[in-house]
């Protein structure tokens, strides 16, 4: 499987950017997918995951009621919907995909087997 991330950029503080992870190759064996971030002089830490077709979503505290995670199967492609933007959601954006069954961590990096380059999100204040 490979994913590539796009959509980041710079925006204010209050509004939105659409994250999107394209992926490619045995997309048919993703039972997951997630958002991370990593921003400068921290670790990587989870945003969001969705499950299966959609129907089981779980976000961070930090962006619940923000962000919503989704996905197009059609197109094998995941988005990440960022509203209310804030100056500490600075980061650079990674998708990931776990294409595996069972075993948890599904908030954790050890639970994904594939990853994007990243996108880099810059929220101004």
Do not use: H
């Amino acid at each position: 499987v490979q994913l590539q991330a796009s959509g980041g950029g710079l925006v204010q503080a209050g509004g939105s950017l659409r994250l999107s992870c394209q992926a490619s190759g045995r997309t048919s064996s993703t039972y997951a997918m997630g958002w991370f971030r990593q921003a400068p002089g921290k670790e990587r830490e989870f945003v969001a995951y969705i499950r299966g077709s959609g129907s089981s979503t779980y976000y961070a505290d930090s962006v619940k009621g923000r962000f919503t995670i989704s996905r197009d199967n059609a197109k094998n492609t995941m988005y990440l919907q960022m509203n209310s933007l804030k100056p500490e959601d600075t980061a650079v954006y990674y998708c990931a995909a776990r294409t595996y069954l069972g075993g948890g961590y599904y908030t954790d990096e050890r639970g994904y087997d594939y990853w994007g380059q990243g996108t880099l999100v810059t929220v101004s204040s």
